[in-house]
């Protein structure tokens, strides 16, 4: 049974950095586009990957989560008195990153789906639009998160300690 956990947390894995990588190039266009048509099109079309990345991410990280308590790993690590690892370590990045959505995506994506509505209204791409497609702030959380998977990637593959 644990081999089978361990396969399909790998498999899911890939799958979600497939839809990491996929909204990522989406809207990378759609904030490029010069059309709000375009721009429309490209953000309803970023909303598959937007699911793969919640939902798939979320039922990786239980099977994580589960493959490593079917193995006997502490969780924990050094909170068990085992020695830090590269699991505990994962771990402490993706709770770094799990505010990020409740205090940044959501509250920004509010703020975009405004000014995307307001520039649908007017039937223009308006600065507001522009502004929020260029939010600093929803850059760097997204940059951090694509940090904290791909190093979570490479300290499972690597496990260097």
């Not at 798939?56 to 068990?80: E, H, K, M, V």
């Not at 994506?109 to 649908?120: D, H, N, P, Q, R």
């Amino acid at each position: 049974m644990t081999g089978l956990i361990v396969l399909a947390h790998a498999v899911l894995g890939i799958v979600f950095f497939g839809g990491l990588f996929g909204r990522w190039i989406v809207l990378g266009l759609a904030a490029k586009a010069e059309t709000l048509a375009a721009m429309r099109t490209l953000t309803k079309a970023a909303a598959p990957f937007e699911w793969i990345v919640i939902v798939i991410g979320t039922i990786g990280g239980l099977l994580g989560i589960a493959s490593a308590i079917s193995q006997g790993r502490p969780l924990f690590g050094p909170l068990q008195g085992a020695p830090v690892d590269w699991l505990f370590a994962s771990i402490v990045l993706v709770l770094s990153a799990a505010p990020l959505p409740r205090f940044v995506f959501i509250p920004r994506g509010k703020v975009f789906e405004a000014a995307l509505a307001e520039a649908t209204a007017r039937d223009h791409v308006t600065p507001e639009l522009m502004a929020a497609w260029h939010d600093p702030v929803t850059r760097a959380a997204h940059g951090y998160e694509l940090f904290v998977t791909s190093t979570v990637l490479v300290l499972m593959l690597a496990k260097p300690f």
